[in-house]
């Protein structure tokens, strides 16, 4: 079993900036992928950033060049540094790893707004 606890989260003005985090139970070098999703009130769950086993990172096209997915292994811990926030960018973010299933943190809210 896999547990991942969220942190970081808050209120923000626009354009600014905020670093989420995600501590995990075990090793994360034993997950094939870590990453981060967000659902915003009323919508669907979309995918923020993923980073796989080898350090390739993919990030949804609304947030490239704002948002930098990262990992400290020595920590156990992924991290979602998130620059020039807007609005839109308001949603729960809920961290995720794949290893034996998809295993999910219970998500912390980010709220940008003046």
């Known amino acids: 079993q896999v547990q991942l606890v969220e942190s970081g989260g808050g209120l923000v003005q626009p354009g600014g900036s905020l670093r989420l985090s995600c501590a995990a139970s075990?090793?994360?070098?034993?997950?094939?992928?870590m990453g981060w999703y967000r659902q915003a009130p009323g919508k669907q769950r979309e995918l923020v950033a993923a980073m796989i086993g080898d350090g390739r990172t993919n990030y949804a096209d609304f947030v490239k060049g704002r948002f930098t997915i990262s990992r400290d292994n020595a920590k156990n811990t992924v991290y979602l540094q998130m620059n020039s926030l807007k609005p839109e960018d308001t949603a729960v973010y809920s961290c995720?790893?794949?290893?034996?299933?998809?295993?999910w943190g219970q998500g912390t809210q980010v709220t940008v707004s003046s």
């Open positions: 075990r090793s994360i070098s034993s997950f094939v992928a």
């Open positions: 995720y790893a794949d290893r034996a299933g998809r295993h």
